[in-house]
């Protein structure tokens, strides 16, 4: 069971939308039962750093949550806020992130583009692995964000969009996978994406969609 | 950059319509249904605005729920807003963006709220611009009075309410609506230079090679229409259409 995490503040419905569409069960909870049985959980963003952190610091299944990901690696995707929030920190406000990795949550300048980044985007891969799409240059996905993130480690560095302002698009590190853009809104490219990274994870099988 | 083309679906008792000049709604036909279509061509976004006459403080979530379920593209809605939980329970239903108009005028404190609790890239302005005597004026809907106006400057007015930190501003140029009269380049290119934030406009546009002479002379974000997308052509026959990736790409110069 696939588990989006509920704290109240994101769109939730987006990404339960698209991963049924492929037939994948998933379950809208922020409950300890539902994290104890994940078995990958997404982390959804809408909203501002501090209220995101206090919301996820605030659930009673957040040290359950903490030990899924941090012991029991159980896959994580957070999503544009939901990356954020995985970093140690971000310039939007004062609470401590996650600090699942080793990473910080900068502001865009706005001297380099239009802010927020806002519009359909290109990737380029770091990883030759089974999330990358093996259409390089020819899968785009939907971007909206006034913060993106930097890694301490480039080796954590997924995949980078490239433009007026050049982003970290997504970052994995062991069992953590944090994605800027917006898959569960990017059509048939978001749903090629979860499909990957499921199937990395080894949670999708084709003939899990009928 | 190429600039997101965005079909705009009106509202009215839960049916899809269009109106001329904000005016006269004619029924086109299933709001669900126009959203499968436009969900299965790849839309780059869409907006949904609820025109309905009622006593604010109602949504249509019902109709809204079964949209979102159909749309893998980003959702904006806007229409009736005038509280937090009812935005938690749009974004709840996979609303992407929110886009608040006459709240700007009637509680700053709520666009205050909305955008610190859900970032402003979440919340969209919307403003309504209307052409009279040869002046740009902001307009602005009531149940009472028919026509009000806002403000006599637009520039004045768009800067004002881009301070409040809205993520995107949305205008819709009135006089334009349903007219396939051709976007207001001229205007749309003063917007543009005038705001930092990102600005998609709607009204007027007759064909997609409105669309293609829009992106390629201004540097717009967004690039919203009704008509167009909805119809076969001037004489309104009804016909769901979007134009195709390799369209776009070959139409607008990066």
């Known amino acids: 069971m696939i588990v989006i995490l509920d704290v109240g503040l994101a769109n939730v419905g987006s990404v339960e939308n698209m991963l049924k569409r492929i037939g994948v069960q998933v379950m809208v909870s922020s409950s300890t039962e539902s994290i104890l049985s994940a078995t990958g959980i997404i982390i959804p963003g809408v909203g501002s750093f501090d209220a995101g952190m206090l919301a ?44 699942w990795v080793d990473a910080k949550t900068v502001r865009l300048h706005p001297e380099r583009g239009v802010v927020p980044n806002m519009g359909w985007r290109y990737l380029s891969y770091m990883h030759n692995d089974i999330v990358s799409s093996e259409i390089e240059g020819k899968d ?30 997504s970052y994995r590190y062991d069992n953590i996978m944090g994605v800027q853009f917006h ?6 490219y978001g749903f090629a994406f979860f499909r990957r990274w499921l199937a990395y994870y080894g949670l999708y099988t084709d003939s899990a969609a009928n | 950059m190429i600039p997101r083309i965005i079909p705009v679906l009106l509202l009215k008792d839960s049916k899809l319509v269009k109106t001329k000049k904000f005016r006269d709604p004619t029924y086109i036909g299933d709001p ?42 980003p959702l904006t809605y806007g229409g009736g807003i005038n509280s937090i939980d009812q935005a ?104 543009t230079e005038s705001v930092r934030c990102p600005i998609t406009v709607c009204g007027g546009c007759s064909a997609y090679s409105d669309i293609w002479n829009l992106a390629n002379d201004c540097n717009i974000s967004g690039i ?31």
């Open chain 2, 224 to 254: 919203a229409a009704g008509s167009v997308f909805v119809f076969r052509n001037k004489r309104r026959g009804v016909l769901i259409n979007y134009p195709l990736v390799d369209q776009i790409e070959k139409n607008i110069g990066l």
């Open chain 2, 88 to 191: 938690t329970k749009l974004f709840r239903l996979g609303v992407e963006k929110i886009s608040v108009n006459s709240a700007i005028r009637k509680s700053p404190d709520l666009v205050k709220a909305l955008i610190s609790r859900f970032g402003s890239q979440s919340i969209v302005g919307s403003v309504d611009i209307i052409k009279v005597f040869g002046r740009y004026r902001v307009y602005f809907h009531d149940r009472i009075l028919k026509y009000n106006f806002l403000a006599n400057n637009v520039i004045d007015y768009m800067r004002l309410i881009e301070s409040q930190g809205f993520g995107e501003l949305f205008v819709n140029f009135v006089d334009r609506d349903g007219m396939f009269t051709g976007y207001d380049t001229q205007m749309i290119k003063t917007l």
């Open chain 1, 56 to 99: 996820i610091k605030d659930l009673d299944s957040f040290s359950v949550l903490e030990k899924a990901v941090l012991n029991r690696k159980v896959p994580v995707l957070g999503i544009c806020l939901g990356m954020q929030l995985m970093t140690t920190s971000s310039d939007e406000g004062v609470e401590a992130g996650l600090g």
């Open chain 1, 183 to 188: 898959p569960e809104k990017s059509h048939m």
């Open chain 2, 32 to 73: 669900l249904n126009a959203m499968k279509v436009f969900s299965d061509k790849f839309v780059d976004e869409i907006i949904v605005v609820d025109i309905t006459k009622r006593k604010s403080g109602k949504i249509d979530y019902s109709i809204l729920q079964a949209m979102a379920a159909e749309c893998f593209s």
């Open chain 1, 140 to 169: 785009k996905f939907y971007f909206v964000h006034s913060f993106s993130v930097l890694c301490e480690n480039h080796k954590n560095v997924h995949a980078l969009s490239e433009g007026n302002h050049n982003v970290v698009a």
